[in-house]
């Protein structure tokens, strides 16, 4: 493994301008808790490359979490360092990831999830990751749902590595390295209204805990099939339905995203 190590700088995205809530101060005060070392960089309109078509696109529709997913991305591939939500709560030093070249979490068995990245600059993945939002057809209507950053990851992942477990326990692979679930997803996002109890999710194996009330979730109607919620998931479908949908990729997410819900 390469022996450069990932540099002690926290990058987190705060687009739109508004006012912090209270939720958002505290998880950043628990990254100065912990990482008293770590310089802390706040990526906003004023210091951010916008140019980019899907950037810029994001940008003007408020689209604050799409603008945030290629960001974090570019910033990270330009500068190395540990990307964090800004509902990510710290409970502990993240210093034990550092001699990682590149690591993600899953926030459940089969997804890799994005509210913590770490990795050297100029990776292979993360430059693999920047290289798919290229040749977007902005000429016809944009459906957002098939860039949500989690799902694009995991997909982007397992076709350029070939690779078809699930993430329940750490994997090492391409010195990028996937951590389970219980060490920065404790919480699942489906228990999200159990809020008041998270700390109840957490096990000693836990570096964080991601609390789910950013704006930066999106939950589709391919979340809500794959936990079961059929009834949102087909309502979901029909509120969406147009033309544009009839096509077979979006129907073998469909059937994918059942039979996904299946297994659990």
């Not at 990307?83 to 990510?88: C, P, Q, S, V």
């Not at 990682?100 to 890799?112: H, K, Q, T």
């Not at 990245?117 to 040749?135: A, D, P, Q, V």
């Not at 679930?181 to 228990?191: C, D, E, L």
Request: neutral net charge; contains cysteine.
């Amino acid at each position: 493994m390469d022996s450069k190590q990932i540099p002690k700088v926290i990058h987190y995205c705060w687009f739109g301008g508004k006012r912090k809530p209270k939720l958002v101060r505290d998880c950043i005060k628990s990254w100065r808790k912990y990482l008293p070392e770590y310089e802390i960089i706040e990526w906003n309109e004023t210091n951010s490359d916008l140019s980019h078509p899907f950037a810029k696109q994001a940008y003007h529709l408020k689209k604050w979490a799409f603008v945030a997913d290629y960001v974090r991305l570019k910033i990270l591939y330009q500068n190395g360092g540990i990307y964090l939500d800004t509902d990510m709560m710290l409970l502990k030093s993240l210093n034990d990831f550092l001699s990682n070249e590149c690591f993600f979490g899953a926030e459940e068995e089969n997804i890799i999830s994005c509210g913590v990245i770490g990795t050297t600059e100029h990776n292979y993945f993360i430059e693999k990751c920047l290289h798919s939002y290229e040749n977007i057809n902005f000429s016809s209507k944009i459906v957002w749902d098939d860039f949500v950053i989690t799902l694009k990851i995991t997909d982007l992942f397992r076709v350029v590595y070939d690779f078809q477990e699930d993430f329940n326990k750490i994997i090492s692979f391409n010195n990028i390295e996937i951590y389970p679930p219980n060490v920065f997803y404790p919480f699942p996002f489906k228990n999200k209204d159990d809020i008041a109890n998270y700390k109840n999710y957490i096990c000693d194996n836990s570096y964080a805990v991601h609390l789910w009330v950013g704006s930066w979730k999106i939950y589709n109607e391919f979340n809500f099939l794959r936990n079961g919620e059929y009834h949102k998931g087909f309502k979901t479908i029909y509120q969406k339905f147009t033309l544009e949908n009839l096509n077979f990729k979006y129907f073998r997410k469909i059937v994918s995203s059942i039979k996904e819900s299946l297994t659990k």
